[in-house]
């Protein structure tokens, strides 16, 4: 399948799954981007980044308190980078 089908296929199939709620919550938040310029797009991007690896950072913490701060860096390091996506 070639990936513009493919993309499209996806697409129609999420929005199936949504709930109306749902398809209105996601409808108001893709206005919103769309009305931010780039670099506000960027800046939301690298604090949604930051949040995720903190996020990730106290999760590890959290459940092996033993480790080092370099040993919780290496497993975000590790979950971002492996982490299989769709």
Same mark, same amino acid.
């Given at each position: 399948m070639r990936a513009r089908s493919r993309n499209a296929f996806v697409s129609t199939m999420v929005a199936k799954a949504l709930s109306e709620? *749902? $398809?209105a919550a996601q409808a108001h938040q893709s206005a919103i981007y769309r009305a931010m310029t780039l !670099? !506000? $797009?960027?800046e939301q991007a %690298? $604090?949604?980044n930051a949040t995720m690896r903190r996020l990730l950072a106290m999760g590890f913490q959290n $459940?092996?308190? *033993?480790? @080092?701060e370099a040993q919780i860096r290496r497993a975000v390091a590790d979950r971002? %980078?492996? @982490?299989?996506?769709?």
């Open positions: 709620h *749902e $398809r !670099q !506000q $797009r960027i %690298l $604090r949604m $459940r092996h308190p *033993e480790w @080092t971002i %980078l492996y @982490t299989k996506t769709g």
